[in-house]
């Protein structure tokens, strides 16, 4: 019986472990490019006890903005996250507060006081949550809260919680043709397989998204090394991405 040698994924030709234009948090940790201001802003509300609110469509890097301050605030020891679109039910801040201990919170029903909250997909909550959220805040279990969605006009805020907001309401922009090569050099870094202005033409075709840029760059990337190709042409980038073909290159 012949032995067949199990095929080589793509992007082990060009030497990663992993793929440089994966979309999951947990394989690639990005920078928010392009985000500086937005993040400082959010940070110091945060640091400072407020509300914030961040808005930005799917894909646009809002995981990655809650990572950052995940990471800014130490993390599991300072931090509740909970995603709303895993609501069936009214929000319950004491389970979330419970589980950051394990198995140990649950039973004896352990509650740490001054956490900040961070809530995802924010539009899946009632007006009934948020009043909730701020009877929490009055005891004193969360210091600062950071809502985030997709649309703010889909928030069901009560009056009160709007006044508690204010102005803290950051949207997370999408990325600039610039940004966009930055993010892409950050994960391959300079190998010759594709060139800035190539990149440049892969973010003209569809840029509403840093991830729907990145799975085109994946794309174009993986058909130019399975053709045995050295270097990403314009027939390269029509070839795998088809849905493009009407578009001048």
């Known amino acids: 019986m012949i032995e067949r040698k199990p095929k080589v994924i793509w992007y082990s030709h060009l030497g ?7 979309i999951k948090p947990a394989i690639v940790n990005d920078k928010l490019i392009g985000q500086a201001e937005t993040v400082d802003a959010v940070q110091e509300v945060v640091r400072k006890g407020g509300f914030s609110v961040i808005v930005g469509q799917y894909g646009v890097g809002k995981t990655t903005f809650l990572k950052s301050v995940f990471r ?11 995603s709303c679109n895993r609501l069936v039910g009214p929000l319950n801040l004491d389970k979330l507060l419970h589980e950051r201990f394990g198995v140990v919170g649950k039973l004896f029903k352990i509650k740490s006081k001054n956490m900040i909250l961070l809530l995802d997909e924010a539009e899946n909550m009632t007006s009934k949550d948020f009043t909730a959220v701020l009877k929490y805040v009055k005891e004193e279990y ?6 985030v969605t ?7 805020m009560t009056k ?5 907001v204010g102005d803290n309401i950051h949207d997370v922009s999408v990325l600039s043709k610039d940004d966009a090569i ?3 050099r950050n994960r391959i870094g300079d190998i010759k397989l594709i060139s800035n202005a190539t990149i440049g033409k892969i973010y003209g075709m569809c840029s509403e998204s840093p991830r729907t840029f990145l799975k085109n760059c994946e794309d174009v ?10 270097r990403v042409t314009k027939r390269n980038i029509r070839e795998a991405l088809r ?3 009407d578009l001048d290159l």
Not at 142 to 147: E, L, N, W
Not at 150 to 156: A, E, F, N
């Open 221 to 230: 990337c993986r058909h130019v090394v399975d053709n045995g190709h050295k």
């Open 182 to 184: 930055v993010l892409v």
């Open 72 to 82: 800014r605030f130490s993390g599991r020891r300072k931090v509740v996250y909970f």
């Open 150 to 156: 997709h649309d703010r006009k889909l928030l069901k």
């Open 16 to 22: 990663f472990k992993h793929n440089p234009f994966s």
């Open 160 to 164: 009160t919680m709007l006044r508690k």
């Open 243 to 245: 849905r493009y073909m």
């Open 142 to 147: 969360f210091k600062s809260v950071v809502f």
